[in-house]
Each structure stands twice: as C-alpha cells, then as structure tokens.
C-alpha cells in the first residue's frame, strides 16, 4: 500500500479491501461471508436501533521484526463480547466463530498491515447488534456478528507523550448495576458531551467519578486509569469500568515486576498521593497523565515534571509493546501467530 504513509497514520478508519459477516436467524448462526461492501442493509425497525442492543471490540494485528503477525489476547476479546451479549440479552458468538471471523479479517487484509517499527498496527473491530424488527422493548430474534479492520495510528495525537485530562462531575458515563461493564455503544454515547466539552478545554481526556456519591475514581475517558505509588500499582474496582485487556495484562507485568497490585476505590483525594498516573486501554495501550483539573472544585494535580512518561509507567509499556510485536519473549502465552 504505497499510498499510505504508515508513520503519520491517526487513529481512524480507513477502508480496506474485506470484512466478515454472520447472520443469526432461527435459532443459529450462519456460515461467515465475505463481503467487499463497506455497509450493511439493516431492518427500520432492528432493535440495534431502537434499543441499544450492540457491542463491539477492539483488537490489533502486530507485524513482528521477524515477519510474522501477532494477534494479543483474542480469547479475552472473545469473553468480553460474549458477556455483553449476555448482559444485554444478545445472541453469543461462539469464541471459535469469534476466532475465525478475526483470523479471516486480517489475512483477507494483510496489505494493510503496517510494517514494523511504524509505530502503528492493523485496527480489529468485532460488532454484534440486534438486525431482527421489534416495536415493543425485547430482544431480538436476528442478530448480526461482523469483523472490519482498519490500519491506526496512536489514539491519542500526543503518542506515549503525557496529557491532560478534566475531571467530570456533571456527567457520568454509567450508573451502578448498569452497563458500564460491558464494551456497548450506550456508555461511549453517554460519554460524548463532556468528551467534546473536554476537547474544546484543551484537555485529551475525561475522568469519570463514581455515579453514586462523586466520590471514587471510575474510567480515564474511553481507557482504565491506574496510579503508581511507591512499589504499588493501584487501580479501581467498580461494578461500572469496562474490564479492560490491557489494565489486566498490566497488572500481571506489574506483579512481574515486583510491584504490589490493588483494585480498590481510589479516592479522588489519593491524586494528590500518586507518584505517576495514566490511562490504558487497546487503543492507547498507556497515555501517560501529566494534570489532571478538577475545573469545578478548582483543584489540580500535577504528574510528569520534567515532560516525560514516569519510570514504571514507561517499564510496563515497553514490556506489553515488546510482547505484542514479538520483541520480547511472551512467557505468559498471550499473543498468537496468524498464518497468512
């Protein structure tokens, strides 16, 4: 693909050559399809519409120095859909129809994976929705499981460079007992508004508070927060965080590493405590924090001094990006070779 300048990408669409389709109707599902179409014919009346019944995922394809192609931990993005599927009452893709759709869609588009040392990696997005007609609120009986892929830069313009992110006190992304554990459009269009307001203050990102009593740290924006304090890796335990693939892996490097892990509310006063704070997720993998503002309380606080990324926050993403482009040994088994 000489048309595309891999170093410079951004963290967008862009269209590729195929995706993969599977249609669930009386009772199961299809044989996946090969489709070069970009869009989907879809009922007026499906309840992905109407009624918030989606989910999505999001993966990457890594291209190795030694060539091969990496996917890192599909089976946990496989497990997430399916528990947003059961939590929203969808039809459950079965992880080996998960397996093959995603294998498909990257070997189907294997020109625009992004050559190694670009900084950049071939976006996976599996979605699940509700096709099938209904006017009274209940599910579906018709569902549609698809895979697209995308080549992306970083998600954040700023790369592993710190940001600054607001504090929300006005708007929550998801209220307890809620969907805010499932990977559903619902919590990310909740999230828009004071994502938008965010961006126009100048800010990357959005912290989001307990619903509940604006008391406890909940998500970083579209990503998980963690703090490092001392030989601790602390992040949040809340019924209302997406469970993240990529804070779990951290926290089993930061175990590696010799680091305390605790999942635990966190104060918004422990900021104050913090040595190093960031966000992860797939997309960012970390983004470090450098000021987090709480613009209505008038408090601030202040990562990052010298403009750089904190020592063990750099440590564990070298040692995830490692794993993922097969530049370190992956003694925890979490990456998987696509045969092309």
Not at 158 to 176: C, K, L, Q
């Amino acid at each position: 693909m000489d048309h595309i300048e891999w170093g410079s990408l951004p963290f967008g669409y862009q269209k590729t050559d195929y995706n993969v389709r599977s249609y669930f109707r009386e009772g199961e599902w299809g044989k996946l399809e090969i489709s070069s179409s970009e869009f989907v014919s879809v009922h007026m009346a499906a309840t992905g519409l109407h009624y918030g019944q989606q989910a999505f995922e999001g993966l990457k394809a890594y291209m190795g120095k030694d060539g091969k192609v990496r996917l890192f931990r599909w089976e946990e993005n496989a497990k997430r859909m399916q528990d947003s599927a059961n939590g929203i009452m969808m039809a459950v893709p079965p992880s080996e129809l998960f397996k093959e759709a995603v294998f498909n869609a990257v070997r189907l588009n294997k020109d625009y994976i992004p050559p190694y040392g670009t900084g950049a990696s071939l976006y996976i997005r599996p979605l699940l929705f509700g096709s099938g007609a209904r006017v009274g609120v209940k599910p579906a009986d018709e569902y549609l499981f698809l895979v697209f892929v995308s080549p992306v830069g970083p998600y954040f313009k700023e790369g592993f460079n710190p940001v600054s992110i607001m504090v929300s006190r006005e708007y929550d992304r998801a209220a307890p007992k809620g969907t805010g554990k499932y990977k559903v459009g619902g919590n990310y269009a909740a999230s828009l508004k004071i994502g938008e307001i965010a961006h126009h203050e100048g800010f990357a990102s959005v912290l989001f508070l307990d619903a509940n009593e604006k008391k406890y740290i909940d998500e970083a924006g579209p990503a998980n927060f963690f703090a490092i304090k001392g030989n601790s890796y602390i992040t949040p335990l809340s019924e209302s965080i997406l469970p993240s693939i990529t804070n779990k892996s951290l926290m089993t490097l930061a175990e590696d590493m010799g680091l305390k892990v605790e999942r635990r509310k966190i104060a918004i006063e422990e900021l104050s405590e913090f040595d190093e704070v960031g966000a992860c997720g797939t997309a960012a993998v970390i983004s470090p924090i450098r000021r987090i503002a709480d613009v209505e309380n008038g408090t601030e606080w202040n990562y990052c001094l010298d403009g750089k990324a904190g020592e063990k926050s750099s440590q564990l993403y070298h040692r995830l990006i490692d794993i993922q482009y097969g530049d370190a040994e992956d003694k925890f088994g979490w990456t998987t070779v696509v045969d092309l």
